[in-house]
């Protein structure tokens, strides 16, 4: 059963402090529902004995401290990833945004994942064709490797992304 | 003894109910067992930096300490294995967890299962101290592990056995002097910030041939020193750490790779079995011991890896090798430092590292040294501790950079702009040092006579005068200059190129012996000599410069290591007859 606290005690955007709560762990996720049903997330920064710290995802605008609730859902931050993904457009939260249905989930993934084993990497040393002949000629880019675009504010940096990706 | 979380904060948790727990224990906390270390004590609160990812964990969840403090295993088993932070061993994770290391993996650092040869070489009756060989173990094709009696064991030899055992088998039986037996097996546990003791520390005084010519005739470290790699992105300080770890004339090599990129720990694992050492004919790997925390690994365990790094150095170092620890890199270690410091909530420092920060990185590198090791035959060991610092926008003036100089006596500076330029390594000879040059004189002077720090001071001056005459060059143009002058960028240039720039994926080049350092910079040297005095002749300076010895001069590097001395003296041999020609000929004009 999941609990519903009504005992936030602060809220100073983005951190809600929560008190009297039972069992919250370090890094779950939380719902809170405003008195007119609007429901935000957030997750758990902190917990020390009955309070936990948490970082609202949405603004506090319009929260009122009394009336909204708190629900804690006992997972990190998970996403529900299937192969239909492709060709898709989601928010920064994972929901579609697209107009279309929701993602049928084949599995749940924990959004922050787990270290790589160094023993069971691979050496990248596939080349990527970009099309981008700075790139392909001068800084290739090969699979598996990271590689920052460093830009200033005014430099098409978004374009020469989607370039990439294209 | 088990207490209960009160508080979760990142990597730091806090708990009570832990009075009978010590300073540094080792605990485990929650249901999936999760590593951690005792940091402070305040009554029966304990706050714990743990070494894994601590999402999902609460208040009320369950902490056990161990009673231990933070160890490390040693014994046979190390060599080619590749371990995290708090010497786990990466590829049984694999076997257990896959691609990705999951949490709460308990593994035991040393192979159970996995039986040595072992070699009694101590008899029953034999009357032994801590530090004395009991017998060896043919670890891999390239070295042999000396099984020791444990630090601060004193007895006489009552059973010794030979034959084949696990790690954990009794090899030996010791009558103690308090009258009590006590069984030895292969394993020592030792705790990784607790510097392992030796008998005697002495100074260091012989070079350590990494192969790398700039190191090794211009900035050399003495094998038991300590050395820094400073250096912005890009620069070369992995690629300069990698060709030492290959190269090196040490008999083990340890590598932490710590908070650095994956890849590059890969590299190394697909690279070292294949490369060849050229002392000894055996891959690489063989002497080699990885230790990986790389930049997504937790990062409290990063601290933990210099220790474990060095601990395993130290053991290697008390059978009586020379070890080298490489360690990349140390800033992410301090910025490790950092971040705990603040969950802590400690008073923060210089660019909000810790106060103990400097403190920290000397009691990693003041483990270095050469010593008489622990054991009655006087052995000696060393082990040299090298650290790459990477400096944000390469700038030395921050504190880790700052804290590392002080404690460090040879200082390579990486520099961007020669690594632009394509002049790899790219050790900046303007502002490196070695304050080892002193000590390490009478080994150079016995090897090879006191020409070659003649010629090192030569080469270092002709390098600063290229630097002031390069100034006058820049207001009035190289023709302003005397020929004399001339003549000296001349001969810098082929300091630069012909010595010191090396090509790491040449074979022939990549590794340099001392003996051919010595003779290619002779070589260059007699070129400035001769025709120093060929222009008191009047020749022609363009004339001397396009001789056919200068473009043999140029490829003299590349030369095979076996055939070198013959060819460097046919090219002697010609470019003395060819400046002897030009000066005939400049008469005759």
């Known amino acids: 059963m999941i609990k519903e606290y009504k005992t936030i005690h602060e809220i100073a955007s983005p951190l809600m402090v929560v008190d009297h709560v039972e069992g919250v762990t370090y890094d779950e996720l939380a719902e809170l529902e405003l008195p007119n049903g609007e429901v935000r997330r957030c997750k758990v920064l902190s917990v020390e004995g009955d309070r936990a710290v948490l970082q609202l995802?949405?603004?506090?605008?319009?929260?009122?401290?009394?009336?909204?609730?708190?629900?804690?859902?006992?997972?990190?931050?998970?996403?529900?990833?299937?192969?239909?993904?492709?060709?898709?457009?989601?928010?920064?939260?994972?929901?579609?945004?697209?107009?279309?249905?929701?993602?049928?989930?084949?599995?749940?993934?924990?959004?922050?994942?787990?270290?790589?084993?160094?023993?069971?990497?691979?050496?990248?040393?596939?080349?990527?064709?970009?099309?981008?002949?700075?790139?392909?000629?001068?800084?290739?880019?090969?699979?598996g490797q990271k590689l920052p675009i460093f830009s200033c504010s005014g430099l098409p940096r978004a374009a020469l992304a989607a370039q990439i990706a294209r | 003894m088990s207490g209960r979380v009160i508080k979760v904060s990142g990597p730091l948790v806090t708990a009570n109910g832990l009075q009978d727990a010590n300073v540094s224990d080792v605990v485990r906390v929650g249901e999936q067992q999760l590593v951690g270390e005792i940091l402070n004590m305040t009554g029966g609160t304990a706050s714990i930096q743990v070494y894994e990812e601590t999402s999902g964990l609460g208040p009320g969840a369950e902490v056990i300490t161990t009673g231990m403090p933070m160890s490390v295993e040693l014994g046979p088993g190390m060599l080619e294995n590749i371990y995290d932070g708090i010497q786990r061993p990466l590829p049984e994770i694999r076997a257990l967890t896959g691609e990705t290391i999951a949490r709460g993996v308990n593994v035991p650092s040393l192979s159970r299962t996995k039986t040595w040869e072992f070699v009694p070489v101590a008899k029953v009756g034999d009357a032994v101290v801590g530090g004395d060989i009991l017998g060896t173990v043919q670890e891999t094709s390239a070295i042999s592990h000396k099984i020791m009696v444990p630090p601060n064991t004193k007895g006489v030899i009552t059973d010794i056995k030979a034959g084949t055992f696990t790690v954990e088998e009794t090899i030996a039986t010791l009558q103690l002097d308090n009258g009590k037996t006590q069984d030895l097996n292969m394993i020592q546990r030792w705790p990784v910030r607790i510097q392992r003791p030796y008998a005697n520390k002495h100074t260091p005084s012989r070079p350590l041939n990494s192969g790398q010519r700039v190191v090794d005739t211009l900035f050399p470290v003495a094998k038991g020193g300590t050395a820094a790699i400073p250096g912005p992105f890009g620069a070369g300080k992995t690629v300069l750490q990698h060709a030492l770890a290959k190269w090196s004339d040490v008999d083990?090599?340890?590598?932490?790779?710590?908070?650095?990129?994956?890849?590059?720990?890969?590299?190394?694992?697909?690279?070292?079995?294949?490369?060849?050492?050229?002392?000894?004919?055996?891959?690489?790997?063989?002497?080699?011991?990885?230790?990986?925390?790389?930049?997504?690994?937790?990062?409290?365990?990063?601290?933990?890896?210099?220790?474990?790094?060095?601990?395993?150095?130290?053991?290697?170092?008390?059978?009586?090798?020379?070890?080298?620890?490489?360690?990349?890199?140390?800033?992410?270690?301090?910025?490790?430092?950092?971040?705990?410091?603040?969950?802590?909530?400690?008073?923060?420092?210089?660019?909000?590292?810790?106060?103990?920060?400097?403190?920290?990185?000397?009691?990693?590198?003041?483990r270095?040294?050469?010593?008489?090791?622990?054991?009655?035959?006087?052995?000696?060991?060393?082990?040299?501790?090298?650290?790459?610092?990477?400096?944000?926008?390469?700038?030395?003036?921050?504190?880790?950079?700052?804290?590392?100089?002080?404690?460090?006596?040879?200082?390579?500076?990486?520099?961007?702009?020669?690594?632009?330029?394509?002049?790899?390594?790219?050790?900046?000879?303007?502002?490196?040092?070695?304050?080892?040059?002193?000590?390490?004189?009478?080994?150079?002077?016995?090897?090879?006579?006191?020409?070659?720090?003649?010629?090192?001071?030569?080469?270092?001056?002709?390098?600063?005068?290229?630097?002031?005459?390069?100034?006058?060059?820049?207001?009035?143009?190289?023709?302003?200059?005397?020929?004399?002058?001339?003549?000296?960028?001349?001969?810098?240039?082929?300091?630069?190129?012909?010595?010191?720039?090396?090509?790491?994926?040449?074979?022939?080049?990549?590794?340099?012996?001392?003996?051919?350092?010595?003779?290619?910079?002779?070589?260059?040297?007699?070129?400035?000599?001769?025709?120093?005095?060929?222009?008191?002749?009047?020749?022609?300076?363009?004339?001397?410069?396009?001789?056919?010895?200068?473009?043999?001069?140029?490829?003299?590097?590349?030369?095979?290591?076996?055939?070198?001395?013959?060819?460097?003296?046919?090219?002697?041999?010609?470019?003395?007859?060819?400046?002897?020609?030009?000066?005939?000929?400049?008469?005759?004009?």
């Open chain 1, 57 to 143: 995802f949405d603004s506090a605008l319009g929260i009122n401290l009394a009336e909204s609730k708190v629900r804690f859902l006992g997972h990190p931050l998970e996403l529900g990833v299937s192969e239909d993904m492709l060709g898709r457009v989601f928010n920064g939260m994972g929901d579609p945004i697209d107009g279309g249905p929701a993602i049928i989930a084949e599995e749940h993934r924990d959004i922050n994942g787990l270290p790589m084993n160094p023993a069971a990497r691979a050496y990248p040393a596939e080349f990527i064709q970009t099309g981008v002949s700075t790139i392909d000629g001068l800084n290739t880019l090969v699979r």
């Open chain 2, 252 to 366: 083990i090599v340890i590598y932490i790779g710590c908070g650095e990129r994956g890849n590059e720990m890969t590299d190394v694992l697909n690279e070292f079995p294949e490369l060849v050492d050229p002392r000894n004919g055996e891959p690489l790997m063989k002497r080699t011991v990885l230790i990986a925390n790389t930049s997504d690994m937790p990062v409290a365990a990063r601290e933990a890896s210099i220790y474990t790094g060095i601990t395993i150095a130290e053991y290697f170092r008390d059978m009586g090798y020379d070890v080298a620890v490489l360690a990349d890199s140390t800033s992410r270690r301090a910025e490790a430092l950092r971040e705990m410091a603040g969950r802590l909530e400690e008073m923060p420092g210089e660019e909000g590292y810790p106060a103990y920060l400097a403190s920290r990185i000397a009691q990693f590198y003041e």
């Open chain 2, 368 to 589: 270095a040294g050469v010593v008489e090791c622990l054991g009655k035959d006087g052995r000696m060991g060393s082990v040299t501790a090298i650290g790459a610092v990477s400096p944000p926008g390469g700038d030395i003036s921050e504190p880790v950079s700052q804290a590392t100089m002080r404690i460090v006596k040879v200082f390579w500076s990486l520099d961007s702009s020669l690594a632009y330029a394509r002049h790899f390594p790219a050790i900046n000879w303007m502002n490196s040092y070695s304050n080892y040059d002193d000590t390490l004189r009478p080994f150079y002077d016995k090897t090879f006579g006191p020409t070659f720090m003649q010629n090192r001071t030569k080469a270092m001056a002709i390098l600063q005068e290229e630097n002031e005459l390069n100034e006058i060059v820049r207001l009035v143009g190289q023709d302003a200059l005397s020929a004399d002058d001339q003549l000296t960028l001349e001969t810098a240039r082929m300091i630069r190129e012909d010595f010191l720039q090396q090509n790491s994926f040449v074979v022939e080049d990549a590794y340099s012996s001392y003996d051919k350092q010595y003779n290619l910079l002779d070589m260059i040297l007699k070129y400035d000599a001769l025709c120093r005095e060929a222009l008191t002749k009047g020749a022609s300076l363009q004339k001397l410069a396009l001789i056919p010895a200068r473009a043999s001069i140029g490829r003299a590097k590349t030369v095979d290591q076996e055939v070198y001395s013959a060819q460097y003296e046919e090219i002697i041999k010609n470019m003395t007859a060819e400046i002897n020609a030009v000066v005939a000929g400049g008469e005759e004009e």
